[in-house]
């Protein structure tokens, strides 16, 4: 192994550590507690290491966040995988998904809520994103119907999966009534 690639490996390595320091401390603390200097500490290196991987806690965002949308996908599809029919996918979907966002608050937030200088639907959105899109758009595209363009009806789905995940964890929603909530979601499908 060259000189050259023993550094790119060790690099790799510290922004590896610094993306799940950051999202340990924020899963434990929230988005609020992780900064530079705590993430410096937490990982023994200086800050301007930190800032030789990412020029900020935003681009740190990002980097969880495309983590994040690669798990997401893959949670998406193995709980689709698993089901047999368009409702038991649909359901298992939109459960798959409920939970991710439950079990990976920090996560979600980075996904979805915080600015993490990533475009969304758009030619420049990272393939992470688009994969977790595609990942909803697989099954959903399934019960679309021939009246709406498959693209939009997952918009319209997601919305509403996201929708039933920020209001239950804010605790607008009764977690204990979850289910209920995703099989009348899955029950007004016209095509199923």
């Known amino acids: 192994m060259s000189v050259q690639e023993r550094k790119e490996r060790e690099r790799a390595a510290r922004e590896r550590l610094i993306v799940a320091t950051a999202r340990e401390l924020a899963e434990q603390q929230g988005w609020d507690a992780v900064t530079t200097r705590r993430l410096a500490e937490r990982i023994e290196y200086s800050q301007p290491v930190l800032y030789s991987h990412f020029r900020g806690k935003r681009e740190i965002i990002g980097a969880v966040a495309l983590e994040g949308s690669t798990e997401m996908a893959a949670a998406l599809r193995a709980a689709t995988a698993a089901a047999e029919g368009p409702r038991a996918r649909v359901t298992a979907l939109a459960r798959?998904?409920?939970?991710?966002?439950?079990?990976?608050?920090?996560?979600?937030?980075?996904?979805?809520?915080?600015?993490?200088g990533l475009a969304f639907a758009a030619e420049d959105t990272?393939?992470?994103?688009?994969d977790?899109?595609?990942?909803?758009?697989?099954?959903?595209?399934?019960?679309?119907?021939?009246?709406?363009?498959?693209?939009?009806?997952?918009?319209?789905?997601?919305a509403a999966l996201?929708?039933?995940?920020?209001?239950?964890?804010?605790?607008?929603?009764?977690?204990?009534?979850?289910?209920?909530?995703?099989?009348?979601l899955v029950d007004r499908l016209p095509v199923i």
């Open 126 to 130: 990272p393939e992470p994103l688009k």
């Open 132 to 158: 977790a899109f595609a990942a909803l758009q697989e099954t959903l595209g399934e019960v679309a119907g021939d009246s709406v363009p498959d693209g939009l009806f997952t918009e319209v789905f997601w």
């Open 96 to 116: 798959a998904y409920l939970d991710f966002a439950a079990s990976n608050p920090a996560v979600y937030d980075a996904v979805f809520r915080l600015d993490g």
């Open 162 to 184: 996201h929708g039933l995940a920020t209001l239950t964890r804010a605790g607008r929603l009764p977690p204990e009534d979850t289910g209920r909530r995703v099989d009348l």
